[in-house]
């Protein structure tokens, strides 16, 4: 815990570490690896006072930051602010400090109740996230199925055109006096006519193609209007592909949120505590 924790501390950019223990060796040992200063366990009230942040973790029974120890500290720091934060278990530093004023500890309850108050912001994010994924790939899903459409869709304006085209020769061939300009009011009037007769028929294949059983939809739409109809093994919109997808976004929701259970509950357990400082320097 102690070379876990000197490593977030020398990542996040702390100018100097001084490491005290019972064992000197055991200090220099710790304190070489990064590039701190080791101290035996007789100057810890006098490294007590020159810390802004104070980290203890030891296997003691009792308490090893005693409130005397730490007051004492206080008088000498004028007015300085002091960070106490307890990682051990059983705990190192007696409770009754945060009584004290400029201090501000924190024990592992503490930490617990920052990852858990962390995790349930990057839990929300997250869900937001995911449902936006969930809400593209259904869309993509939609978009893929409404493309099987397009041949036909395609294929219906063409014939239909034709069919408008071959109208105007025979119009023409019938009405030898028309001039250009009533020749023109005509192929408009008769181009109009056909888009307005595909105009829903079109919106509805495409919505058609859509839904659950779209290919039925578009083998019937490609009889109807003799067009060439699409393979047996087309189908409308994946609704196995679709079900996959809300059931891994379901699943991953409960998951985060059975964590974030789990750390809540954790830090519930712990004593109350008296002074809080923004979480960030956990």
Do not use: C
Request: hydrophobic share 40%; proline share 4%; charged share 25%.
């Amino acid at each position: 815990m102690s070379e876990l924790t000197l490593t977030h501390l020398r990542a996040n950019g702390v100018a100097k570490i001084v490491v005290v223990n019972r064992t000197l060796e055991n200090a220099q040992t710790l304190a070489s690896a990064f590039a701190g200063i080791a101290r035996p366990w007789e100057q810890l009230a006098e490294s007590l006072a020159e810390a802004d942040i104070v980290i203890s973790g030891t296997g003691a029974k009792g308490y090893v930051l005693t409130e005397t120890m730490v007051s004492t500290a206080l008088r000498s720091r004028k007015r300085r602010p002091l960070f106490i934060i307890d990682i051990a278990v059983p705990r190192d530093v007696d409770p009754s400090v945060a009584q004290l004023d400029g201090l501000y500890l924190y024990d592992i309850d503490d930490l617990q109740g920052m990852v858990a108050e962390g995790f349930a912001l990057r839990h929300h994010e997250a869900s937001q996230v995911e449902q936006m994924i969930e809400d593209e790939l259904i869309a993509f899903a939609k978009w893929q199925a409404e493309q099987q459409v397009v041949p036909l869709i395609a294929e219906l304006r063409e014939k239909s055109f034709a069919i408008q085209a071959a109208v105007m020769e025979s119009l023409q061939h019938k009405l030898p006096d028309l001039d250009e300009r009533q020749v023109d009011v005509l192929r408009k009037h008769t181009s109009s006519i056909v888009n307005q007769l595909l105009r829903d028929p079109i919106a509805s294949i495409k919505e058609m193609a859509k839904e659950p059983g779209g290919g039925d939809a578009l083998r019937t739409f490609a009889r109807i209007f003799d067009l060439v109809a699409p393979p047996d093994e087309t189908h409308g919109v994946d609704q196995t592909f679709l079900q996959k997808t809300n059931t891994s976004s379901d699943s991953m929701r409960t998951h985060s949120l059975t964590q974030a259970s789990v750390l809540a509950t954790k830090s519930e357990s712990g004593e109350t505590p008296r002074s809080r400082v923004s979480p960030t320097l956990a």
